[in-house]
């Protein structure tokens, strides 16, 4: 998964519950990337960041927002989950150069109740 | 109507079967292609990238992009059981836009 881990693996959570997940990689990779995955939808992207402190709205950025205080580390917080937050993130990793290749990491799988 | 559109399947193939995967799209701007696999419960993993029209092999993997018709094509010869997975492809149009993700195509190999 090119050097890249996402924690947790696996939460269920309240709705209305504040939620972080955490992206960490040991590429050095200047961007990152947070996607959600949902049957019928594919992958779409939340939020992005081109640097550290630098981030920038994605297509479903709604109820969500980031922070990235170190290159290596990239947070997704659900400021108040709800159950249409259910679903699978992963966070991507791209070089300066190449940036149309994107890594992925393994995902969190995410349930509201 | 989504700018990459792809057929979810899923494909069901016998072992050694050549594999077809497609995707259309509408953006005329896109010049970067590629194609993930994604096997059930991890995350994608690139496969193939591409730069505008073209083909590109890699072992048993052709990628082929047809950009007059706005199709682009991944095949798989000689499928294996371990091919089976969800193939996804995306686009992009430049390296500052954002990736376009197809829904993906599940595959299964049987023996």
């Known amino acids: 998964d090119a050097g890249i881990t996402q924690s947790p693996r696996h939460k269920v959570t309240e709705t209305g519950t504040p939620v972080t997940l955490r992206c960490h990689q040991t590429?050095?990779?200047?961007?990152m990337y947070w996607y959600r995955q949902d049957p019928g939808h594919g992958l779409r992207l939340i939020h992005y960041?081109?640097?550290?402190?630098?981030?920038d709205k994605g297509e479903v950025s709604d109820g969500y927002s980031v922070s990235r205080s170190k290159t290596e580390d990239f947070l997704l917080t659900l400021e108040s989950a709800t159950s249409s937050q259910t679903s699978v993130y992963f966070c991507?990793?791209?070089?300066?150069?190449?940036?149309?290749?994107?890594?992925f990491g393994p995902g969190t799988r995410l349930l509201v109740l | 109507q989504k700018e990459v559109e792809q057929d979810p399947g899923p494909l069901s193939v016998p072992e050694g079967a050549i594999v077809s995967l497609n995707c259309t799209y509408s953006?005329?701007?896109?010049?970067?292609f590629m194609w993930y696999r994604q096997y059930s419960r991890k995350g994608p993993e690139l496969l193939m990238y591409?730069?505008?029209?073209g083909n590109k092999e890699d072992g048993r993997f052709t990628a082929q992009v047809d950009k007059s018709s706005k199709y682009i094509s991944l095949f798989i010869r000689d499928s294996q059981p371990s091919d089976s997975a969800t193939y996804l492809c995306?686009?992009?149009?430049?390296?500052?836009?954002?990736?376009?993700f197809g829904t993906g195509t599940r595959l299964q190999v049987t023996l």
């Open positions: 991507a990793i791209s070089e300066e150069k190449g940036r149309e290749t994107q890594y």
């Open positions: 590429e050095n990779h200047r961007y």
């Open positions: 960041s081109y640097g550290v402190k630098d981030t």
């Open positions: 953006n005329s701007a896109f010049q970067y």
């Open positions: 591409t730069y505008s029209s």
């Open positions: 995306a686009a992009r149009a430049g390296t500052a836009s954002k990736l376009t």
